[in-house]
């Protein structure tokens, strides 16, 4: 994928992420003698508002799956649009191949509206300031229910798009092979399918509930 995937960029990524998650472990060190305090760690953790972990599991759910969504279709949509330049009958069909990667942003959506609707504000404790463990937990599933939505149909979105590229370009050549790679992307779009289930089951155990 030249221009999206450079095989510079990703080392470069990785190295930022390890860098930025370096700095905040070490900013919790209580002394210089050990190299990560857990027990100021998990200080910073939990005294972080539950509310914001569910907002972030939201725009997770919603913008993971429509980055996917997008850079499949950019992926797929640019194959399909160059191959039918030599074979123009190739471009109705294939356009299920797009129709696949949308449903990844559908199915973040989804899940994000599904979220959104558990939320119910507590307030916390007036003596410690402190919520309630179980609006932890609250805060904690949504999130883990996002985070998990978004990031498979981020993958998903990216395999489907690939496979949906390979198959308009394989179709314009060879019009039997078009419907064994719509088997492969079926499959591929089957991973979105997994997080979208796995999110709502998590999402179970969110429960805003008055203590």
Not at 14 to 24: C, P
Not at 58 to 80: C, M, R, Y
Request: charged content about 10%; overall charge neutral; proline content about 4%.
């Amino acid at each position: 994928m030249p221009g999206i995937l450079h095989e510079r960029s990703i080392p470069v990524v990785a190295a930022l992420w390890t860098f930025t998650l370096f700095l905040i472990v070490r900013g919790t060190r209580g002394s210089d003698d050990v190299l990560i305090d857990w027990e100021r760690l998990w200080l910073l953790f939990a005294r972080i508002n539950p509310y914001f972990f569910s907002a972030l599991g939201i725009a997770g759910s919603v913008g993971l799956s429509v980055a996917g969504a997008a850079w499949g279709i950019f992926i797929t949509g640019s194959s399909l649009l160059g191959a039918a330049v030599h074979a123009p009958r190739i471009t109705s069909k294939n356009l299920i191949s797009v129709i696949f990667v949308e449903a990844a942003a559908i199915y973040g959506v989804i899940v994000a509206i599904i979220l959104s609707t558990k939320l119910d504000y507590v307030p916390p404790d007036p003596d410690t300031g402190a919520f309630h463990a179980s609006t932890m937990l609250a805060g904690y599933a949504v999130f883990a229910s996002g985070m998990t939505c978004g990031l498979c149909n981020l993958v998903c979105g990216i395999c489907v798009g690939v496979v949906g590229s390979a198959c308009a370009i394989a179709d314009a050549a060879n019009p039997t092979l078009f419907v064994k790679i719509l088997v492969i992307e079926i499959f591929g779009s089957a991973i979105g399918l997994f997080g979208v289930i796995v999110a709502i089951i998590l999402s179970s155990n969110a429960v805003f509930g008055k203590v």
